[in-house]
């Protein structure tokens, strides 16, 4: 298990993560020192332990909304999924009802062109 040293309103941390995951944790680390930093702007010195919790409220907000909107993407994402399965169902419907209808259509004029020559007409399946 790999560690790093990651910064948080000054003050230094240790942490273990899995290997090839340290840039990804000192990224994380660095993000939410934004938050505590931020949040010291507005209110100045109001503790480590209030600033803190402040910044992982804000994160969690975060989180609630991107959550939120990946609902309703997957709500929406499923609605297009229905509706393109409903569109295929009828297009292969319309091209059997068009597939009838031209083969209709064939033996009708096989058989005026029969009537006109003569002959009868040829059997068409």
Same mark, same amino acid.
């Given at each position: 298990?790999?560690?790093?040293?990651?910064?948080?309103?000054?003050?230094?941390?240790?942490?273990?993560?899995?290997?090839?995951?340290?840039?990804?944790?000192?990224?994380?680390?660095?993000?939410?020192?934004?938050?505590?930093?931020?949040?010291?702007?507005?209110?100045?010195?109001?503790?480590?332990?209030?600033?803190?919790?402040?910044?992982?409220?804000?994160?969690?907000?975060?989180? =609630?909304?991107?959550?939120?909107?990946?609902?309703?993407?997957? /709500?929406?994402?499923?609605?297009?999924?229905?509706?393109?399965?409903? /569109?295929? =169902?009828?297009?292969?419907?319309?091209?059997?009802?068009?597939? =009838?209808?031209?083969?209709?259509?064939?033996?009708?004029?096989?058989?005026?062109?029969?009537?006109? =020559?003569?002959?009868?007409?040829?059997?068409?399946?």
């Amino acid at each position: 298990m790999a560690q790093v040293t990651v910064t948080i309103d000054g003050k230094a941390y240790r942490m273990a993560c899995e290997e090839g995951q340290e840039d990804h944790l000192t990224e994380l680390a660095n993000r939410f020192d934004q938050y505590v930093n931020h949040l010291k702007a507005q209110f100045g010195e109001i503790g480590d332990l209030r600033l803190t919790v402040m910044a992982g409220i804000m994160v969690m907000d975060e989180l =609630s909304e991107v959550n939120r909107k990946l609902k309703n993407l997957q /709500t929406e994402t499923d609605t297009l999924k229905q509706g393109r399965a409903a /569109t295929l =169902s009828d297009q292969q419907k319309n091209e059997e009802v068009l597939a =009838s209808a031209l083969s209709e259509v064939t033996t009708q004029i096989h058989e005026i062109a029969a009537k006109l =020559s003569g002959k009868a007409a040829p059997a068409v399946n």
